[in-house]
T-cell receptor, first 114, second 114 residues
Framework: GDSVTQMEGPVTLSEEAFLTINCTYT??????LFWYVQYPGEGLQLLLK?????DKGSNKGFEATYRKETTSFHLEKGSVQVSDSAVYFC?????????????FGAGTRLAVHP | DAGVIQSPRHEVTEMGQEVTLRCKPI?????LFWYRQTMMRGLELLIY????????DSGMPEDRFSAKMPNASFSTLKIQPSEPRDSAVYFC????????????FGPGTRLTVL
């Protein structure tokens, strides 16, 4: 079945460091891909998305490119801030042409220190 | 828009008691999802509805769990009887239509069963 695999955390970085969180997926068809972020004590929020191959999603300095050839959607940010500390979830949707059910990865916790 | 509304935000109960969690989706959204999040198992989809009809309840852990959506603006998740292993954060999410995949999450209900 469809699945999402993320790099295990926690990822610990200093402020202004470069961030990469790896995400790969297995799916039939042509899924849309998402990154969600969960700040402490809150629900998940959509960070960015891409709906077709080679699309780049971006928001708040974060970017991810839909790579069909490597079935990947890695999240990157050039310079992280303490306020980016959160759990990041990669997800896919619509892979089987059915209802918009999201399949989430396990989440990667990011801790940014001053 | 107020976003997805969940109540209560926190619930502490004793084993064997009935627990009812409530959700009001975003107006105009016709898909609704219930998730459970724990440290051990991560984020799990319990059930989702489309146009108030349950589409997939394969994630419901056992018969003690039930969910209803009597109208487009309200859903409940009930656990009867509750057990300590049900302790988790329960999220409700809603989305518009099918295929796009973006879901909007509520703030969650933190359930503790003693």
């Amino acid at each position: 079945g469809d699945s999402v695999t993320q790099m295990e955390g926690p990822v610990t970085l200093s402020e202004e460091a470069f961030l990469t969180i790896n995400c790969t997926y297995t799916a039939t068809g042509y899924p849309s891909l998402f990154w969600y972020v969960q700040y402490p004590g809150e629900g998940l929020q959509l960070l960015l998305k891409a709906t077709k191959a080679d699309d780049k999603g971006s928001n708040k300095g974060f970017e991810a490119t839909y790579r069909k050839e490597t079935t990947s959607f890695h999240l990157e940010k050039g310079s992280v801030q303490v306020s980016d500390s959160a759990v990041y979830f990669c997800a896919l949707s619509g892979a089987s042409g059915g209802y918009n059910k999201l399949i989430f990865g396990a989440g990667t916790r990011l801790a940014v220190h001053p | 828009d107020a976003g997805v509304i969940q109540s209560p935000r926190h619930e502490v109960t004793e084993m064997g008691q009935e627990v009812t969690l409530r959700c009001k989706p975003i107006s105009g959204h016709n898909s609704l999802f219930w998730y459970r999040q724990t440290m051990m198992r991560g984020l799990e989809l319990l059930i989702y509805f489309n146009n108030n009809v349950p589409i997939d309840d394969s994630g419901m852990p056992e018969d003690r769990f039930s969910a209803k959506m009597p109208n487009a603006s309200f859903s409940t998740l009930k656990i009867q009887p509750s057990e300590p292993r049900d302790s988790a954060v329960y999220f409700c999410a809603s989305s518009r239509g099918q295929g796009e995949g973006e879901q909007f999450f509520g703030p969650g209900t933190r359930l503790t069963v003693l």
